[in-house]
């Protein structure tokens, strides 16, 4: 019988956050860096890549074709792309895109395939149009090898699912260090859940959106005190990694330098010891304090916003200026938000449709997050 995951290499390539030509256009995917970030991840011994119909402003498939299926042979590598329920309206839109995504990644069968972003709402979206049933249809015939779904919800819900479709293989669940007891996002319990079922996990976000890369000084001084070769975001992916149930950690890796320091550490990946599970739960507290909006920056809320709201980088500043220490007195993101708001939509510009609180996979309450933006940067 195929093994679920047959490499051990538990790092694998997330292909949302590529490298690009414009910093502010998601879809202009530096395709010569991405190709020898990908040759690079091969070389190393590491065969999983991850990516989604929407990535990328609907590119990332494109990419994959161009950087790793023309140029590698097909027993090299593993992919994962994904069906979002947000592009879903009849049970004709199914094979559309499935087909469509077949032809911009030039496979013949994707070894992955999930139904993205499972949640309450999306499960009901997914039962109503027949997507688990066409979805076993499709690995029946050799289209998909393996099948699963990504999921953003609470734990109870995620065992409703796993309860009603025994026959997903795998879950796909946000988990890091900063969600594991938070109430929201419920890392441990979902990660429970899908243990007592007996469900692989791939974990995605372990840096949650590079929240973990950058952290407050003291947390920083703990971890360059214990293990000062190691870098700041390895302890977010080495705690991914280190836990029960989990066979895969992606990484959204936009540059050279972050592939090669992942793959420093997990070519021969060793879990936390007791002391490190430690220094990284003071880590959480200390952000804890400091954090005001826990955002991932996946980018879900920015299609389809009428006002052209750069939400993401809006709230990476916002917390980014946040966490300034008091004395430092001038800081960046001030600038850098007059700068966004040339290109963009302004925070204040929000007319509260509610567009991007429907998709927020972190269900977060964006509308008045956006109010206290324009209020911090209004000044």
Known sequence: MESLFPSPKKLGFGLMR?????????????????SRMVDTFLASGFTYFDTAWMYCGFESENAVRKALVERHPRDAYTLATKLHAGFLHTKEDR??????????????????????????????????????????????????????????????????????????????LQLNYLDWDSAGIQSRQCLEVARKHGKP????????????????????????????????????IRFAASQEGVAMVLSGMSTPEQLEDNLSYMKDFVPLTPAEEQIVKAAADAINETIAVPCTGCSYCTDGCPMRINIP?????????LQEVEE?????????YDRLTQSFGKASDCVACGQCEGVCPQHLPIIEHLKEVAAHFGK
Not at 18 to 34: E, F, V
């Open 18 to 34: 590529l490298p690009l030509t414009d910093p502010d256009d998601a879809a202009s995917i530096d395709l010569a860096q991405t």
């Open 95 to 172: 094979d559309r895109i499935f087909n469509e995504q077949l032809r911009k990644t030039g496979v013949e069968f994707f070894d992955y395939y999930l139904l993205h972003d499972m949640g309450k709402d999306h499960f009901e979206k997914y039962t109503a149009l027949d997507c688990f049933d066409w979805i076993v249809e499709k690995k029946k015939k050799g289209l998909v090898r393996h099948i699963g779904f990504s999921f953003h919800d609470t734990a109870d819900v995620l065992d409703q699912v796993l309860r009603a479709h025994p026959e997903m293989e795998f879950v796909q």
């Open 328 to 336: 430092k007195g001038w800081t960046p993101q001030g600038e850098y």
């Open 313 to 321: 980088k809006y709230f990476s500043l916002y917390n980014a200026d």
């Open 201 to 236: 996990v791939i974990v995605m976000e372990p840096v949650k959106g590079g929240t973990l890369a950058k952290l407050p000084a003291k947390a920083e001084a703990a971890m360059k005190a214990h293990a000062p070769e190691l870098s700041i975001p390895s302890w977010a």
